[in-house]
T-cell receptor
Framework: GAVVSQHPSWVICKSGTSVKIECRSL??????MFWYRQFPKQSLMLMAT?????????EQGVEKDKFLINHASLTLSTLTVTSAHPEDSSFYIC?????????????FGPGTRLTVL | DQQVKQNSPSLSVQEGRISILNCDYT??????FLWYKKYPAEGPTFLIS?????DKNEDGRFTVFLNKSAKHLSLHIVPSQPGDSAVYFC???????????FGKGTRLSVIA
């Protein structure tokens, strides 16, 4: 079946540094990818919608200058957390929709655990 | 305002019995509903979906029922197995290339 990968699976960084998370669709080309964030025991909160070749659409309350999204190709989207702070520590999950599969074929990556010290 | 609600944060079921997970939604314009299963520190995995024009979809041990008039759907797992223990998210989708709207999840524990 379709696979979405994320790298790294976990990262620990110092406060003030930037961290890049990659999301790749391995079996299909994804014109749209989504970035979610999950706090412990909470639901998945949509952060932004990433469209290949255009600017990402951010949800209300998500700082676009802090969470930079680049969707440079049909199989890769990146999320960069700039000047990370401890409150950015979270589980970040990307997903990609297979356009050939119709509704319901949105696949999720395994997630990236970010810890900011 | 939460459009997709899972009011039970947790559920415990005996192995072999039926697990029923419930989900309510507020927006009657949703076109598609999906259930995802999630283990800790992993991404959600797709389980089963249902179109808004149907009232039932079955896939092996998993059946999803949709009651549009009540804006309610449920996931039935029978028989429940210990490996089913996970957090189950209900999600809804509009037509077009729009993101999923998730509920808060229900933690299912299947006791052997």
């Amino acid at each position: 079946g379709a696979v979405v990968s994320q790298h790294p699976s976990w990262v620990i960084c110092k406060s003030g540094t930037s961290v890049k998370i990659e999301c790749r669709s391995l079996d299909f080309q994804a014109t749209t990818m989504f970035w979610y964030r999950q706090f412990p025991k909470q639901s998945l909160m949509l952060m932004a919608t990433s469209n290949e070749g255009s600017k990402a659409t951010y949800e209300q309350g998500v700082e676009k200058d802090k969470f930079l999204i680049n969707h440079a190709s049909l199989t890769l989207s990146t999320l960069t957390v700039t000047s990370a702070h401890p409150e950015d520590s979270s589980f970040y999950i990307c997903s990609a929709r297979d356009p050939s599969g119709g509704f319901g074929t949105q696949y999720f990556g395994p997630g990236t655990r970010l810890t900011v010290l | 305002d939460q459009q997709v609600k899972q009011n039970s944060p947790s559920l415990s079921v005996q192995e072999g019995r039926i697990s029923i997970l419930n989900c309510d939604y507020t927006n009657s314009m949703f076109d598609y509903f999906l259930w995802y299963k999630k283990y800790p520190a992993e991404g959600p995995t797709f389980l089963i979906s249902i179109s808004s024009i149907k009232d039932k979809n079955e896939d092996g041990r998993f059946t999803v029922f949709l009651n549009k008039s009540a804006k309610h759907l449920s996931l039935h797992i029978v028989p429940s197995q210990p490996g089913d223990s996970a957090v189950y998210f209900c999600a809804a989708l509009f037509s077009g290339n729009t993101p999923l709207v998730f509920g808060k999840g229900t933690r299912l524990s299947v006791i052997a």
